[in-house]
C-alpha cells in the first residue's frame, strides 16, 4: 500500500469515530486503494505493453473479420492466431492485457470441469469499440477437464496461462444422427505459453485435463464464422471412446453437457 494511504488508514481510529464514520471512511480508503491499483496496472501497460497490445488486438481482431468475409480459410485462421499467440505477443505482456494478476488474487473453481472467468481489455487509444472475438479464460481444479466436445461453425484458439495440461484433439471427419466419427489429431501435454485451436475443418474436437492446480487457459473465439451455416454456433459434446473403426477413426457417441461433465469433468 502507498504510504499516503497507509497514513490515511492509520489515522481512521474507531474509538475516535462513530460506526458509521468509521464505515464511510473505511469503504473511501477500500475505494482508494482500488482506484490506485487500476491507475497502477493501467500505467504499467501504458509504459510497456500498449504499442504491442494495441497492434496485436488490431491484428486478432483483422483476423476474425477476414475469417468471417472469407478471406482467410478456417485453417489459415488457425495458424495465425495459434502464431499471433505463441509469437506475436509476450505471455507477461498478455497475462497483463487480460489482468490476469487480478483473475489470480481471487480465482473462482468448480469441483466438475472448468470455471469461466470473463476478462475485459483496456480501453486503449486505436482498438474498435467491439471485437470479432470474445475471450475467456477457464480456471480448473487439478485432474478437472474442459471435457470433450466439437464445435458448430466456430474457431477458437486455446493459449496455457498456468499450470499443465494433457491435451487432445480430434478431427471431425462425419456426423451421424447420434455419433461423431473422430479422427485423433493431437495427444500432449501443454504447458504455459502453448497453443492448440479448431475450426469446423482442422481439430474441431478438443478434451483439456489439469494435471496441476491451480490451472488457467486463455481462450479467443470467433462465433458465427459462416453467415449462412445451417449450423447454429455451439458445443458437441462426444464421448471420445466410442467404438474402434478402421484407419485409427473412433465412433463417438454424441452425449449431453451432464453426461459429459459426469464422465470427464
Ligand atoms: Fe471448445
Request: proline share 6%; charged share 30%; aromatic share 8%.
Given at each position: ?102 483473475i489470480?488474487?481471487k480465482p473462482r473453481f468448480v469441483d466438475n470441469g472448468a470455471r469461466s472467468h ?18 475467456q479464460i477457464f480456471a480448473l481444479k487439478k485432474g478437472r477437464s474442459v471435457v ?60 483439456f485435463k489439469a494435471?496441476?492446480e491451480p490451472a488457467f487457459i ?39 453437457y451432464k453426461?459429459a461433465h459426469q464422465?470427464f469433468g
Amino acid at each position: 500500500m502507498p504510504n499516503s494511504l497507509k497514513k490515511n488508514a492509520s489515522m481512521v481510529d474507531p474509538e475516535f469515530c462513530s460506526r458509521r464514520d468509521f464505515a464511510q471512511r473505511s469503504l473511501h480508503a477500500i475505494l482508494a486503494v482500488s482506484l490506485l491499483d487500476h491507475l497502477c496496472s493501467a500505467d504499467l501497460l501504458a509504459s510497456s505493453a500498449k504499442p504491442t497490445s494495441t497492434k496485436w488486438l488490431n491484428r486478432v481482431n483483422q483476423i476474425g473479420l477476414d475469417l468471417r468475409g472469407k478471406e482467410l480459410s478456417p485453417v489459415q485462421w488457425q495458424s495465425e492466431i495459434e502464431h499471433m499467440l505463441s509469437s506475436e505477443i509476450d505471455l507477461k505482456d498478455l497475462t497483463q492485457l487480460i489482468d490476469f494478476d487480478k483473475i489470480l488474487k481471487k480465482p473462482r473453481f468448480v469441483d466438475n470441469g472448468a470455471r469461466s472467468h470473463r476478462p475485459r481489455f483496456p480501453k486503449l487509444d486505436g482498438i474498435p469499440e467491439r471485437f470479432s472475438f470474445s475471450q475467456q479464460i477457464f480456471a480448473l481444479k487439478k485432474g478437472r477437464s474442459v471435457v470433450p466436445h466439437g464445435h458448430n461453425n466456430m474457431a477458437t484458439a486455446f493459449l496455457i496461462l498456468k499450470g499443465n495440461f494433457h491435451g487432445r484433439h480430434y478431427d471431425r471427419v462425419e456426423d451421424e444422427k447420434e455419433h461423431m466419427i473422430i479422427r485423433p489429431t493431437i495427444d500432449s501435454r501443454f504447458g504455459p505459453g502453448q497453443t492448440s485451436s479448431i475450426s469446423d475443418e482442422k481439430d474441431n474436437v478438443h478434451w483439456f485435463k489439469a494435471e496441476d492446480e491451480p490451472a488457467f487457459i486463455f481462450n479467443l473465439h470467433v462465433l458465427g464464422v459462416n453467415a449462412k451455416s445451417p449450423k447454429r454456433t455451439s458445443r458437441v459434446y462426444v464421448d471420445p471412446f466410442g467404438e474402434k473403426l478402421d484407419d485409427g477413426l473412433v465412433r463417438a457417441p454424441l452425449i449431453g453437457y451432464k453426461e459429459a461433465h459426469q464422465k470427464f469433468g
